[in-house]
T-cell receptor, first 112, second 113 residues
Framework: DVKVTQSSRYLVKRTGEKVFLECVQDMDHENMFWYRQDPGLGLRLIYFSYDVKMKEKGDIPEGYSVSREKKERFSLILESASTNQTSMYLC???????????FGPGTRLTVT | KQEVTQIPAALSVPEGENLVLNCSFTDSAIYNLQWFRQDPGKGLTSLLLIQSSQREQTSGRLNASLDKSSGRSTLYIAASQPGDSATYLCASPIYNQGGKLIFGQGTELSVKP
């Protein structure tokens, strides 16, 4: 079974802090994604990566950056956390663009 | 531009009932259609994926169908149980954006004992 893990289930940070969210997949998947999910807005793509060191902006990249130094790990970085980044963050991976996408358990981030 | 819609937003049924969840999409040139389940505060669990060349897929009490000509997919749940209570999402990938998924807004299902 594919397994996607995220470093934290719940996280509370202060405004202005630098925040790292980590995602690891164990199935040698090429593509990895970071989404955020908010009530009434659904899931929105922040960034995705289709290979090591390769990244592409999604729909809402402002205020975020990503890092993919190893194939299995995709990190989301909030350079200076703000209250409007309070959200559920979901990581996903897939073997290729049109293959089944698998999600991690999510990180509920609260920025105060 | 692909848009995915799920109606109704919420559904409540008594235990044991067979039910159908609906998903509509605007661009019939889809690669696949994926159904997910999400429990409150949790991540998404993949239930079924139907390739564009397929008409349906089955897993246990779940059966998903795909009709590209009408722009519709349905998820059929047989003999519903309280444990089926969750939000069900359908999604379609955008190939030239790495497979970014376009999601419907979900149907929140409640199965009453």
């Amino acid at each position: 079974d594919v397994k996607v893990t995220q470093s934290s289930r719940y996280l509370v940070k202060r405004t202005g802090e630098k925040v790292f969210l980590e995602c690891v997949q164990d199935m040698d998947h090429e593509n990895m994604f970071w989404y955020r999910q908010d009530p009434g807005l659904g899931l929105r793509l922040i960034y995705f990566s289709y290979d090591v060191k390769m990244k592409e902006k999604g729909d809402i990249p402002e205020g975020y950056s990503v890092s993919r130094e190893k194939k299995e790990r995709f990190s989301l970085i909030l350079e200076s956390a703000s209250t409007n980044q309070t959200s559920m963050y979901l990581c996903a991976s897939s073997l290729a663009a049109t293959r089944e996408q698998y999600f991690g358990p999510g990180t509920r981030l609260t920025v105060t | 531009k692909q848009e995915v819609t799920q109606i109704p937003a919420a559904l409540s049924v008594p235990e044991g009932e067979n039910l159908v969840l609906n998903c509509s999409f605007t661009d019939s040139a889809i690669y696949n259609l994926q159904w997910f389940r999400q429990d409150p505060g949790k991540g998404l669990t993949s239930l079924l994926l139907i390739q564009s060349s397929q008409r349906e897929q089955t897993s246990g009490r779940l059966n998903a169908s795909l009709d590209k000509s009408s722009g519709r997919s349905t998820l059929y749940i047989a003999a519903s149980q309280p444990g089926d209570s969750a939000t069900y999402l359908c999604a379609s990938p955008i190939y030239n954006q790495g497979g970014k998924l376009i999601f419907g807004q979900g149907t929140e299902l409640s199965v009453k004992p």
